[in-house]
């Protein structure tokens, strides 16, 4: 699974394809269920407790102060910060599928000089959190930040508009999020039966009109999927909207939080969830019965691409400007504040000595580790939760089956922030030797990022027969056996795929890591966050680099796989 498949990892976000697996000798389909099979069901059953834990939180604290709760949630503030936040979401979903699905049809169909390059080029925001993204883009794009400085000795200009608010923060989450789309559209391209649209052109319609014809249509699961992706990211943002200052239901919430409102904070939390809830339903429902298969049999035959003519100057600038935009702008800002960074002796003054650049450095070596160490731990444990989903799901489909799926799936719809005022209710509440430990955090990880865990492994399992199960049940093999040296083999490479995207997407969690982390366990994007937020960019330049660096290893790998 390499980076084009990044549409199947996420499958599990939009409705899946209701395929029904006839397995009538199975192992996980016997009347009489093992140890190992209880084992399964138990585990399962253990992170759908999980889940639940956070909206029975935000239940139980609205229930128990209801007049105060109805008292913020009548505000007339509360209607706008849900419009602020609706609108935000809808306009970067709308921009992000404008420039992702005209994107991903130049770098798959078309003769574009050196389309291989640009999909890994344009797909590389895909690493950058948006709390980075938006304090170097704050950094130059302000009245008085770095570009004001540059232009105004050569044309005067002393005060740049506003970069605050809604401008800001549309035009960053639309950069940081395009890449959801791209990659879902990208790889349903790269698997369209090139029948369809000969078809089409046989029949006389010209490349534009069987563009409009057949492959948009053919498409729109894709690009739903994406689009929910990046709403569902733009909903759940919480370090761009606070950096450049918009008012979104997350934004709030975290200052309810810190100004110890917590029942205020979980009628906001309440209002957020139902609102995602409400979309991924929609979503669900406008998907309805829609099937789109191969018109050919056999091995697929690659698509023939289409000649750009004149029109390729056209497709080079505009992947060239989103390059721009979204990758040199921001890497320039960076370039600049770590080297100024360098210059100025960033070292932390109030340890009473100043400290050299290197010993400086050498102390970022602490939080890379915890990040590290964290990230990886958290998608081992995620993978891990959620094969047992997964191994049902795909092995043993049913009433209690689709009820865990769904409630992995919908954990899409609990922002990061959430879940952790969640679990410092319970943790300080009933479970006081694990409030502020590395465990709570990993259990926050996985509640935010399971879907993706078992998507991806869904996948891998629906791509191995159960031949090869039936036979060794059939040898007298225990199912524990049978998992253990057929299954898990076979569906190992899309663990690992989903585990690097997994590991990704852990390395840039903010509010959920800073709200739960242990005391002492300083991480890098906790580093970041409170240099940004003290305004020193210079020192949270490089702990953004080596953020960015550690984030980009999965992409490369997931890319270098892709290659194989």
Not at 207 to 221: D, M
Request: with cysteine; charged share 15%; net charge positive.
């Amino acid at each position: 699974m390499g980076v084009t498949d990044f549409g199947n990892v996420n499958s599990g976000v939009r409705s899946l394809p209701r395929l029904k697996v006839e397995l009538n000798q199975s192992w996980l389909r016997q009347r009489h269920w093992s140890p190992f099979q209880w084992l399964l069901i138990g585990s399962a059953g253990l992170v759908a407790a999980l889940i639940l834990m956070v909206p029975a939180y935000l239940l139980l604290r609205v229930g128990t102060s209801w007049a105060e709760a109805w008292e913020t949630l009548s505000q007339p503030r509360t209607l706008e910060i849900l419009g602020n936040t609706l609108g935000l979401a809808a306009a970067v979903t709308a921009a992000s599928t404008l420039i992702a699905v005209p994107l991903a049809w130049l770098t798959t169909s078309t003769d574009l000089p050196g389309k291989r390059l640009w999909a890994v080029i344009v797909a590389l925001p895909l690493v950058v959190p948006s709390y980075v993204a938006a304090y170097l883009f704050a950094s130059i794009l302000t009245p008085k930040g770095l570009l004001q400085q540059i232009l105004y000795p050569i044309f005067g200009v002393e005060r740049l508009p506003s970069f605050y608010g809604f401008p800001g923060a549309f035009l960053v989450l639309t950069l940081v999020s395009y890449p959801f789309i791209f990659l879902t559209v990208r790889s349903a391209l790269k698997k369209m039966d090139p029948a369809l649209v000969e078809a089409a052109r046989s029949l006389g319609l010209s490349p534009w009109r069987a563009f409009w014809r057949v492959t948009l249509p053919y498409l729109r699961p894709s690009i739903t999927a994406g689009g929910l992706l990046v709403m569902l990211y733009t909903l759940r943002d919480f370090g761009a909207v606070t950096m450049l200052q918009y008012s979104t239901f997350t934004r709030i919430i975290y200052n309810r939080y810190l100004g110890y409102k917590l029942d205020m904070a979980a009628a906001m939390a309440l209002v957020l969830v139902l609102a995602t809830a409400v979309i991924l339903y929609l979503e669900q429902r406008s998907q309805g019965k829609a099937r789109y298969a191969r018109v050919s049999i056999g091995v697929a035959r690659a698509q023939t691409p289409v000649k750009l003519g004149r029109w390729r100057w056209l497709g080079l600038s505009f992947t060239g400007l989103l390059s721009f935009w979204a990758l040199i702008v921001p890497s320039l800002g960076l370039a600049y504040w770590f080297w100024r960074g360098l210059n100025q002796d960033w070292a932390v003054k109030s340890l009473g000595a100043a400290q050299t650049n290197v010993e400086s450095l050498l102390s970022l070596v602490e939080p890379a580790w915890h990040s590290l160490s964290a990230s990886l731990l958290g998608a081992g444990l995620a993978m891990l939760l959620a094969l047992p989903i997964a191994i049902l799901v795909v092995r043993r489909p049913g009433r209690l089956s689709r009820l865990f799926e769904r409630l992995s799936y919908a954990s899409f719809a609990l922002p990061g922030i959430v879940v952790a005022l969640a679990y410092v209710y319970f943790g300080t509440n009933y479970a006081a030797s694990l409030y502020q430990t590395l465990p709570m955090l990993l259990i926050a990880y996985v509640i935010l990022f399971i879907p993706q865990a078992v998507g991806a492994q869904r996948s891998s399992l629906l791509q191995v027969s159960s031949s090869l199960e039936e036979a060794a049940q059939s040898l007298g093999k225990r199912p524990s056996d049978i998992f253990r040296r057929i299954t898990l083999p076979l569906v190992k490479p899309g663990m690992l795929a989903g585990a690097a995207l997994v590991f990704l997407t852990c390395m840039k969690e903010l509010p959920a890591t800073l709200i739960l982390s242990p005391l002492g366990f300083n991480t890098l994007s906790a580093e970041i966050w409170s240099n940004i937020g003290e305004a020193f960019f210079a020192r949270a330049a490089a702990p953004t680099l080596l953020l960015l660096l550690l984030s980009s290893i999965p992409l490369a790998w997931m890319t270098l796989r892709e290659k194989e």
